[in-house]
């Protein structure tokens, strides 16, 4: 009887775990986390700092889920891995063999090394404990002051406006989230935050965190600048938790390096996840995602394989559906280019693929708070990025997950003031009928 050892309960774990049942009914599966709330989803942290949804609704799964994968569940943190031996080892040494592992440790917050960084009152939402943290110390009259870019900067200062938080955003540049974003998209959520009351400061870069009796009592800038404030909130990205791979030998780079099959460079280890490499067909290089489908596609194809069928991961286009200022926002294949100053890793639901951009030419349209923006290549679209209004969504995703040939309307999408809106959905009708006759 086969052992599949799996490290990590997030998305990628839990998919391998179904996968590996589906093809083996009497394997041991043994599922080891370090994370004492088990499986439940990360993205809905920020609707539960603003009050949308109860804690409970966060978790997929309930305990006859869990019964009917028959598991072996153990909270517990794996320090070693000898792949020779095919064991690992926890924190009291204590060994446990396997035939096949998946790595699945997922990434964690980056912190800055900055004085004053462990005083009480420094904040991350990185899991459940740190969103309960910031509930707890979030209270009205509080000030606070929010370091960082990409989705979870906004995500922590909606939830401490929501509470009743004055709160100060720091960014380092002269605009949000750079890299994804293009100006007047950026100027769209500064604009809704600033409306909101959220006072946002630009090229601000903090030298220090002060404190009294290990409070926090406020920040000082590098322009010498002094804000007193109860709270500093870090949102300057996520890193993979790659120490356990690299100290079992296996070759990693930003991540842990994988195959078309899952595989890392020992034959019986595989990884997925946040914290595995994957090779992006669109542009060619090996690349990192934060988001949440991908883990579970990667995890079913690694337990596929780890369960003895041979399945090829193929990455598709990078689609995450997200809130920025309250607008809904959707960020579709590769959008973006460079590296933004606010990030020191890759942003937590977030894809490096979005900023592995092609040669492109963008074509846009803009009313109110409705934005399309299109990357459009030779033959196809490449990405998009889609706030407000989310009909397009879908239809924009099919054509750019099938390469779709879109030549018959290049010229117009280009054309000065096109109806892009028009112009997509007649197409993709026409596209979408023939698709289905």
Known sequence: M????????????????EAIRSQDSGGEIVLISAEPFGYYSRPGLAYVLTGEIPESSLYPFSKVDFQRLNLQLMYQQV???DPAAHQIFNQKKQLLRYDRLLIATGSQAAMP?????NLEGVVKLDDMQDARRLMKLGR???????IGGGITALEILEGLHHRGVNVHYFLRGDRYWSNVLDEEESHIVESRLKHEGVQIHYHTETAEIIGKRGRVKGVRTTARKVLKCDLVAIAIGVRPRLELARNSGLQTERGILVDEHLQTSHADIFAAGDAAQTYDPFTGKSVVETLWKPARQQGGVAGLNM???REVYVKPPSFNVTRLAGLTTTIIGAVGSGRDADLVGI???DSESWRLLPESISAQNLHEVNRLRLLVGETSLLGAVVMG????????QDLVIHQVNITPIRERLLAPQAPLTQILASFWRETHAAQQS
């Not at 086969?2 to 775990?17: D, E, K, L, N, Q």
């Not at 090394?113 to 960084?117: A, C, F, M, Y």
């Not at 009205?140 to 929010?146: F, S």
Request: positive net charge; glycine residues 16%; without cysteine.
């Open 113 to 117: 090394d900055l004085p004053g960084i």
């Open 140 to 146: 009205r009259g509080r000030t606070a002051v929010v």
């Open 2 to 17: 086969a052992r599949y050892v799996i490290i990590g309960t997030g998305p990628a774990g839990i998919s391998a775990a």
């Open 79 to 81: 320090t070693r891995i």
């Open 347 to 349: 942003a937590r639901g």
């Open 307 to 309: 369960s003895g069928r």
């Open 389 to 396: 209004d989310q009909t397009l969504s879908r239809p924009i």
